[in-house]
């Protein structure tokens, strides 16, 4: 008689996702978690609910995009009637703010290109001009030349969402052990047992949804998962009166008035520290943006780790040599979270993902180390 | 701004000071950054102007505080740069040249250092208690602080205030108010095991001078008549917006005295931010109930570049850090090729010798001063552990016994403990603290929050003027 | 209260606490003036609304922010007085203007 219905390996967003997602669905879960200090991508988010940027000539990645972000508001509401833990989740559109011309027009161009894509879902977007988005984010600076407009955008505060989740697993009886560095998975079809700690658990399906771990632990189950790390790094300020209506790609106001500015993007391998170049590069694109925040404390600044697939997609496949056993990654965990919740956990119980998330298989990777 | 040196020293206590006054003897390029207007530190705070403004309250502060002029004097007569007022937000190892980030008059400038010490000293270990937020409640070495550097003291217009906890420091600071003529309504000591110390007797004996100072302040506030309540084992501050009584467990009774003003202490403990912010590795002391960075014989960290003198490397008073700051000055001029080994062991003999003496006198006031469970780990669930963030005690020993949340770094992402303006200098020891209780396991088991640069409040403006290069491969649409 | 001791030189600068004209002596934090002519909290916390006064006098704590000059969450136990320096308690979060 095996421990739990799944083990899901991994307690950042990722996995207490797709764990609570199963839990929810009345299935017995034991989640095995890293200890204090970890790679936890989960703490380190930015905390974006986001559309307009992802999918740019993969329209099922936009979809599998759009999707959780129109089930995000439920989902927020669930986790909240569950645990009384708001994720401070709204969805008041968002903005793309542009220094100079060209990057407006590319912009454009992508944007296009997204509604394009977008078959059958309507795709509504707006490039706006200093004078329109004067009107919707009074304090924008002088240098911004325009921006790019969608109504489908929003953000959340991770941590909230995570402590959420974790709460809402262990009041529907879910197992938790943290402090779990897992050297072996024993595979064998609808069959697998973890032993960490000194204890050994059992199950019939496995999930995979420990980040940058992802790559070895794959390993132990036939599943080639080729991650790697892609710094961002973060600058977050002191507590400000209500004063950005709405999220920009770059740069939110938290639900505790904090402003968060990110989006850096370094090959740094697993170096997880900040530097001075790209803080200060954050911070003028952020002043030129906002110039108001010149004069703004800086309370924290930080670097975490992304989890990138060589495309930057997510990565979600069953094993052919263990069924049973499936993995679960992407750098989008935050805006991710309700598909991981309400539909991948699905499929995990289902046994089989469905062909919109094909795009999302390994073999990829395979046609690409074969190209 | 930007200036290159052989050695950037952070802080001008007596650690900082004695080592730019050796380094410069030693022909090293020496910058001394601190934050401060004026040199001394927190212990020989405002020395320079009280002696030439107000020469008669040195009488009243005591030879100890009086003797930081020679050292004082000696800072500014060596061949250093000393920057005041400046704020090092950020240091940046790397085995060439480090690179030293600071804020002052308004401008942001880089150091780049071969070498550099860090002597930002102590700060008072936080200890909770019900109401210990309300204004009126002040550490102890606040009130010291005041009354050295602008000759402010308590309990004008009649007003009543008291001192609660234990250490030398609040024995001290009681006897300098007395000698002024503002008499504490009552000191509330809460040293619960004078026992334990008395194994270390004969080191603290052998330290000169330690034993008839100690006796001394005890006689003073016996003579002067200060109410002394010894073995105290509960404190609450109570007020609506202002603190307006104590309440206090003594002799198994409860007690009760109005208040207009509390000075807390309990103990001192490295002021460990910038230590942590360059992930230097650290040792749980357990005599001394806090982290320190891990040091040799010398004051050299776990990154080659980078040394650390004074209280910030472990707690061994005003005396034992001038002399580490002496030590460490000798190691980074031998690093540096300046001197030899064989040199840099004869010349730093004196120095040694004077930092074991006053290192032998820990041990005892560590045993006695230890503090109880109560003050370090809060047993009220609505006492405030987090004063940024507002996370009460109940909330921080919920998350671990029914969430399983393994160590500081967890909880901080969940409850928001740390993240507030102080990162977590306020709330650190004591959430590391519980966690353990609550796990019972050792504290060196739990780790520290992991502190990130900036550690001072420099602005997104300032970020964005860093005479550093710019990196649109990584920034940018 | 905190009251100057006996002995203190007569040098006054004066400063502007809550619209108010009052004299300390040059070499002063914001603070320590708050200490000698404001008892009572000098800001409210941005969570809970609670009264909060200088704590730690050393740059550690971060309870002492005021504004200073217009510019609020200033620590006022690193600021040294000026002539005609305007203080302010603050409250809650700051605000920013565009």
């Known amino acids: ?371 | 701004m930007n200036a290159a040196c052989d050695l950037a020293i952070i802080g001008a206590g007596p650690a900082g000071m004695a080592a730019a006054t050796t380094a410069s003897e030693l022909g090293l390029a020496t910058v001394v950054l601190d934050e401060q207007p004026e040199p001394g530190g927190q212990i020989y705070r405002g020395i320079e102007r009280l002696a030439a403004t107000r020469p008669r309250h040195l009488e009243i502060l005591g030879p100890d505080y009086a003797a930081g002029l020679e050292l004082t004097r000696a800072f500014r007569t060596a061949r250093i740069d000393y920057f005041d007022s400046a704020q090092v937000w950020q240091v940046e190892p790397a085995e060439a040249v480090n690179r030293v980030f600071y804020k002052r008059f308004g401008s942001v400038g880089i150091l780049n250092a071969k070498k550099v010490l860090i002597t930002v000293g102590a700060m008072e270990r936080p200890m909770p208690v019900p109401g210990w937020t309300l204004p009126g409640v002040l550490t102890c070495g606040a009130g010291q602080t005041v009354l050295k550097a602008n000759g402010l003291g308590p309990g004008g217009n009649g007003g009543r205030f008291v001192l609660a906890g234990c250490g030398p420091l609040l024995l001290l600071l009681a006897a300098q108010l007395t000698r002024a003529g503002i008499k504490p309504a009552a000191i509330l000591e809460t040293t619960f095991n004078r026992w334990a110390a008395l194994p270390h007797l004969p080191g603290f004996l052998a330290a000169p001078g330690y034993l008839g100072k100690g006796l001394g302040l005890l006689r003073e506030l016996k003579a002067a008549g200060v109410p002394m309540h010894k073995g105290v084992t509960r404190l609450a501050i109570k007020g609506d917006t202002q603190a307006r009584e104590i309440e206090f467990e003594w002799g198994g009774s409860l007690h009760r005295e109005p208040v207009d003003e509390v000075f807390l202490h309990q103990g001192v403990v490295p002021n460990g931010n910038l230590a942590w912010s360059l992930n230097l590795a650290h040792t749980w002391d357990d005599a001394q109930r806090a982290y320190r960075p891990t040091l040799d014989a010398w004051g050299r960290s776990s990154v080659a570049s980078i040394l650390v003198a004074g209280d910030a490397g472990g707690i061994v008073g005003a005396k034992g850090a001038e002399a580490m700051g002496r030590v460490a000055a000798f190691a980074a001029a031998t690093d540096l090729g300046k001197i030899d080994h064989e040199a840099c062991e004869r010349q730093a003999r004196d120095a040694r010798a004077t930092l074991d003496q006053h290192r032998a006198a820990r041990p005892f006031l560590d045993a006695l001063y230890r503090p109880a469970q109560q003050w370090i780990a809060p047993p009220d669930a609505d006492t405030v552990v987090c004063r940024c963030e507002e996370v009460r005690a109940g909330e921080i020993r919920r998350l671990v016994t029914e969430q399983h949340c393994p160590g500081p770094n967890q909880m901080k992402s969940f409850v928001r403990c740390g993240m507030g303006p102080c990162q977590g200098r306020l709330c650190g020891l004591t959430v590391v603290e519980m966690i353990a209780e609550c796990r019972q396991v050792p504290v060196s088991e739990v780790g520290y929050y992991r502190i990130r640069p900036p550690v001072k409040p420099v602005t997104i403006g300032d970020m964005a003027a860093m005479d550093v290069a710019v990196r649109h491969d990584a920034v940018g649409l | 209260m905190f009251s100057l001791l006996p002995d203190t030189p007569r040098e006054r600068l004066n400063v502007v606490i809550n619209g108010k004209t009052v004299s300390v002596p040059p070499g002063f934090t914001a603070a320590a003036a708050m200490l000698l002519h404001n008892a009572g909290a000098t800001r409210t916390t941005p969570i809970n609304d609670e009264g909060r006064a200088p704590y730690c006098m050393m740059g550690v704590c971060f309870e002492c922010l005021m504004e200073i000059n217009g510019e609020a969450n200033q620590q006022g136990c690193l600021v040294i007085v000026s002539e005609g320096m305007r203080i302010n308690t603050q409250h809650g979060k700051r605000e920013v203007q565009a």
Request: some cysteine; glycine content about 10%.
């Open chain 1, 1 to 371: 008689m095996p421990d739990f219905d799944a083990i899901v390996i991994g307690g950042g967003l990722v996995g207490t996702a797709v764990a609570y997602g199963l839990i929810r669905r009345g299935q017995k879960v034991g989640v095995l978690d890293e200890g204090d200090i970890a790679y936890r991508a989960s703490r380190g988010n930015f905390g974006l609910v986001w559309v307009q940027s992802k999918g740019f000539g993969v329209p099922e990645y936009q979809r599998w995009t759009r999707r959780s972000s129109e089930d995000w508001a439920g989902f927020s509401t669930e986790l909240l009637q569950e645990t009384g833990i708001a994720t401070g989740h709204e969805r008041p559109g968002g903005l793309t703010p542009c220094l100079t011309e060209s990057e407006f027009d590319k912009r454009q161009q992508l944007m296009e290109q997204l509604r394009s894509e977008a078959g059958d879902i309507p795709f509504e977007f707006d490039m706006l001009r200093p004078a329109a988005l004067k009107k919707m984010l009074p304090v924008i600076g002088p240098d911004v030349v325009g921006a790019s407009y969608t109504p489908y955008d929003g953000h959340a505060n991770p941590l909230y969402t995570l402590r959420a989740l974790h709460a809402a697993l262990l009041k529907r009886g879910g197992h938790y052990v943290p402090g779990s560095r897992i050297e072996n998975i024993n595979a064998a079809p609808r069959q697998f047992s973890v032993t960490v700690r000194g204890e050994t658990f059992s199950a019939p399906r496995v999930v995979l949804g420990a980040g940058l771990g992802n790559k070895a632990l794959g390993a132990m189950v036939g599943l080639n998962v080729p991650v790697r790390p892609l710094r961002g790094q973060i600058i977050v300020t002191e507590r400000l009166q209500p004063v950005l209506p709405m999220p920009t790609l770059m740069i939110r106001q938290t639900v505790e008035g904090t402003i968060m500015i990110g989006e850096s993007r370094e090959e740094a391998g697993f170096d997880d520290a900040t530097s001075p170049e790209i803080i200060r590069t954050l911070a003028e694109r952020a002043v030129k943006t906002f110039p108001f925040l010149r004069n703004v404390r800086i309370v924290r600044t930080w670097g975490a780790l992304r989890v990138m697939a060589p495309d930057g997609l997510p990565v979600y496949e069953q094993s052919r040599e263990f069924p049973g056993a499936f993995v679960c990654t992407c750098h989008s965990g935050v805006t991710l979270a309700a598909a991981h919740a309400l539909h991948y956990a699905g499929y995990v119980i289902d046994g089989a993902l469905p062909p919109e998330l094909a795009r999302f298989s390994t073999e990829r990777f395979n046609v690409l180390a074969a190209a």
